[in-house]
Structure formats: structure tokens, C-alpha cells
């Protein structure tokens, strides 16, 4: 039986997926690099050098270390100047009431996310004080679709895998829930996320109560 539900924040809390997005596409033109949306959706829930290394894969030269390290810092701040100014209106619709439903229902609630800022963006979002337990890209050293993360989250809840439900937006984030031994949840599109347990459309339509033996 289910007693606790890991969430994703970019694109399954947040709406930062496209500010990411929008990020990244700006960094790629300025260093002529080709960007497109399907570049784009392999870049959701992967950590920041390993999207780099991704938008490099088309680049017509190589980059030292220290200008893949100034590129990427270059993305976090055309990223950070956004979500500075973020509030409650930045929380996807429905995000709120999916993880209080779960907290509701006696569940525990944890958020993992590949993201560095994610901290920053909990405060702003005014929902730090929802989770039971948070982990970021701070606290783990193997990214997204390696399992560790949603593992590190089930431990911080005291949960066993098979206890635990992982929801989120990216392919990376459906493998890592599933190599973790959890349930996936995948929100957003059947053509990105085929291996999720049950695909919704958002996070608006996510309902404990299907997960909820009586
Ligand atoms: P940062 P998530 C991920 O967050 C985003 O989906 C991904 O697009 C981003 O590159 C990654 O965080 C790293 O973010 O540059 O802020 O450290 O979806 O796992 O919550
Ligand atoms: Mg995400």
C-alpha cells in the first residue's frame, strides 16, 4: 500500500519547465548552437552540466572546462533573474491541493528535484512547509534517471520503495522512480513519458484516493 508520495518541482509543482526551457534556448543562441523542442524535452529533469553537455552535443567546436563552467553559470543566471520574482501565482494549477490531498489523507510527502535552486524557488512558492522531507541536487551525486534521488527521498521519509509513489514530468524522472522500485506517475505527454504506471494530463488531475486501498 502507498503511504507516501515524492514529487518532482520543475514542471510537476512549478512553473519553471518553460523557464528553463527559455534559458537554455537563449544560451544556445548566443553561442550558435541549434535548439529545438525536442532538445528541449531531453533536457527536463536532467541537472544543469548534464543539460549542458547535452545543447554541446551539437556544438561545431569543443569547450574547455572552464567555458562549460561559465556557460552553465551563464544559464543560471538568465534562470535566477526569473524565478526572483516568483510567488504562489508560479505554482501550476492544482499543485497545492495534490500535495495537501496526499498530506490529507494521512500520507507523507517529499519533494525531489534535480534543481540546485530548488530551495529558493520552495520559499517563493510559500510551500517549503508542505514537504516532509526535500532532496536536491545538493544532497545527492548521481543525477536523474539514476535512482538515488526518489531512494534518498523514501529513506528521508522512513518508507520502503515498493511504499512509495514518485510523480513526475520528465522521461529521466519516470526511469529514475522506476529503477528506484517505485510507482510512476507521469504528468504532461503520452509521446514523452510512455513508461509512466498512469499518465494525467497535469497535476490538476492527480487523486490520492486511486492509490488508497479502503
Ligand atoms: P538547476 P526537477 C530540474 O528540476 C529541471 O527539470 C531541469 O530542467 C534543470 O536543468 C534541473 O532541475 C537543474 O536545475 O540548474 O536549477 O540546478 O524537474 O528535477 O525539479
Ligand atoms: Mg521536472
Known amino acids: 500500500n502507498i503511504k507516501g508520495v515524492i514529487f518532482d518541482l520543475d514542471g ?9 526551457h527559455a534559458a537554455w534556448k ?3 543562441a548566443e553561442i550558435d548552437i541549434p535548439f529545438d523542442d525536442a532538445i528541449g ?10 543539460s549542458l553537455e547535452i545543447l554541446l552535443e551539437q556544438a561545431s567546436r569543443s569547450y574547455s572546462e572552464a ?3 561559465a ?10 533573474q526569473q524565478i526572483q520574482q516568483f510567488g504562489p501565482q508560479q505554482l501550476l494549477p492544482g499543485a497545492r491541493a495534490a500535495v495537501e490531498s496526499v498530506r490529507g489523507a494521512g500520507l507523507k510527502t517529499a519533494l525531489a528535484s534535480a534543481s540546485r535552486n530548488a530551495s529558493l524557488l520552495l520559499e ?8 516532509d522531507y526535500v532532496v536536491d541536487a545538493n544532497h545527492i551525486s548521481r543525477a536523474k534517471p539514476d535512482p538515488e534521488i526518489f531512494l534518498a527521498a523514501a529513506r528521508g521519509l522512513g518508507l520502503a520503495p515498493s511504499e512509495c509513489l514518485g510523480v513526475e514530468d520528465a522521461a529521466a524522472g519516470i526511469a ?4 528506484a522500485g517505485m510507482t510512476a506517475v507521469g504528468i504532461g505527454q503520452p509521446q514523452a513519458l510512455a513508461g509512466a ?3 494525467l494530463p497535469d497535476v490538476a488531475a492527480f487523486d490520492i484516493s486511486r492509490f488508497i486501498k479502503t
Open 12 to 20: 510537476v509543482i512549478a512553473d519553471t519547465a518553460v523557464v528553463h
Open 26 to 28: 537563449k544560451l544556445a
Open 41 to 50: 524535452e531531453r533536457l527536463k529533469g536532467v541537472d544543469r552540466r548534464a
Open 67 to 69: 567555458e562549460k563552467e
Open 71 to 80: 556557460l552553465a553559470t551563464r544559464k543560471n543566471d538568465y534562470y535566477r
Open 124 to 131: 517563493k512558492l510559500g510551500i517549503a512547509d508542505l514537504f
Open 176 to 179: 529514475s522512480i522506476h529503477s
Open 197 to 199: 504506471d498512469l499518465l
